[in-house]
């Protein structure tokens, strides 16, 4: 593949995921309009959207095997279509059920067709392993951008014409991700080789062998090196989730306007861009396992931080810049492992599954945010406990071992 055309590849992976995360990272805008409009209640809203963090991960390892089988221009089409239906729905629903179903289930399955585990897998197929990193870490800094782009813009259209025709705009948006799939519509990418590096210049690898998914999921499933991945990304969702979500109602009990909320969630959204591209650079040079605990040690500090300082906004748009600069830079270098340990066949799989585990967390930041809200008037707790999981998180990456399983695995029965 030419640099043009690898360039090509990105941006339009990048596109795609600036217009899904762009969906998602902004639903916590539509919390209190919806629970206004429909009188269910901040616990019941709040339900709805952690089903959707959990469907949005759930959605990834399933579509993400269809993706490695078919190809993913095919799944990011269906992902688009299922996304705008959901969107479009929600204003004409006005139960749990209902809001479950369009924003639990329908658009949230759809966002997770055009998401991480599909747009890295099906780059990095098509990428030698030295430009994987910077890439994943590209292609997040489109969610970001998304996120940058949208939270001011859906608020912006919430305070003067109302949520439902914000909700509408962000169906109509969602759209645009289906001619955006074209580039990637292939069935199966050209494998590059990958590489290993000697003392003097970089020679292919012996290829490794050939494995059904069955046997390569069975293979990571007792790795600890993946679980312990698993480990660090479900306190990842369990972080972004609540904040996503709850970030609203936090600005609002400091009595701060709707503008601040919205100002912060588009800061992290642009310092994530520098955190996601700084991570994917980062992790072409060091070990990603290190990346990863020094991410997640930083949001403990950094939540600590916050809890002792007054609530004003700028209080609050130094935590948007600082977290946004750890948001969602745990991608790139979970996805480099994940493809070191396993390589690049089945990625968009196994990546997938540790998005599963990064949403189960996000259904229960989402989740227990509301409840605690309802329980005790506030958020102090959810808090205490992103600070607890943060540095867990950081603590299960150190023992994690960069060295391809696989290989490794096949060379011991030799």
Same mark, same amino acid.
């Given at each position: ?16 995921? +600036? ?11 539509? *919390? ?26 759930? #959605? ?42 369009? +924003? ?60 439902? #025709? ?50 390569? *999921? ?69 070990? +990603? ?30 935590? #948007? ?94």
């Amino acid at each position: 593949m030419t640099p043009r055309a690898a360039w090509a590849l990105i941006l339009t992976a990048s596109a795609i995921l +600036m217009i899904t995360m762009g969906a998602r990272l902004t639903s916590g805008l539509f *919390l209190s309009p919806i629970n206004t409009s429909t009188g269910l209640g901040i616990a019941t809203v709040s339900f709805a959207l952690a089903i959707g963090q959990f469907m949005w991960g759930a #959605a990834q390892p399933v579509f993400g095997a269809v993706a490695d089988k078919y190809g993913s221009g095919r799944v990011i089409v269906l992902g688009g279509v299922m996304l705008a239906a959901g969107l479009a729905a929600t204003p004409f629903v006005s139960s749990e059920f209902g809001l479950i179903l369009t +924003m639990g289930i329908v658009s949230a399955a759809g966002a997770g067709a055009g998401s991480f585990s599909i747009l890295i897998g099906a780059t990095a197929q098509r990428l030698p392993a030295n430009k994987r990193p910077f890439a994943a870490g590209f292609i997040n800094a489109g969610g970001s951008f998304g996120q940058f782009v949208f939270a001011p813009l859906m608020q912006a259209i919430i305070a003067s014409t109302g949520w439902v #025709a914000a909700m509408f705009t962000m169906a109509a948006t969602s759209l645009l991700t289906i001619p955006l799939a074209w580039p990637l519509r292939s069935r199966k990418a050209k494998p590059v080789p990958e590489l290993v590096v000697s003392e003097d210049t970089p020679v292919p690898a012996p290829a490794a062998p050939v494995l059904g998914l069955g046997e390569q *999921l069975k293979i990571a499933m007792r790795d600890r090196s993946y679980l312990y991945l698993h480990l660090g990304f479900f306190t990842c969702g369990f972080h972004i989730a609540f904040l996503v979500t709850h970030l609203p109602g936090e600005v609002a009990l400091c009595n701060l306007s709707a503008g601040v909320s919205a100002t912060a969630l588009a800061l992290i959204g642009l310092f994530n861009i520098a955190g996601s591209l700084g991570a994917g650079a980062l992790s072409t040079r060091y070990r +990603m396992k290190s990346i990863l605990a020094v991410t997640y040690a930083a949001r403990a500090v950094i939540i600590g931080l916050y809890l002792l300082a007054p609530k004003t906004p700028t209080t609050f748009y130094v935590l #948007a810049a600082a977290l946004g600069f750890t948001w969602l830079a745990t991608v790139p270098p979970t996805a480099g492992l994940v493809g070191k340990l396993f390589g690049m066949r089945y990625l968009s799989t196994l990546f997938g599954l540790t998005l599963l585990s990064h949403q189960i967390g996000g259904f229960f930041g989402a989740w227990l945010g509301g409840l605690s809200f309802v329980t005790y008037g506030d958020y102090t707790w959810m808090w205490y406990a992103d600070i607890v999981l943060a540095i867990g998180a950081a603590l299960s990456n150190l023992p994690i071992r960069e060295a391809p399983v696989v290989r490794v695995a096949a060379a011991a029965k030799a």
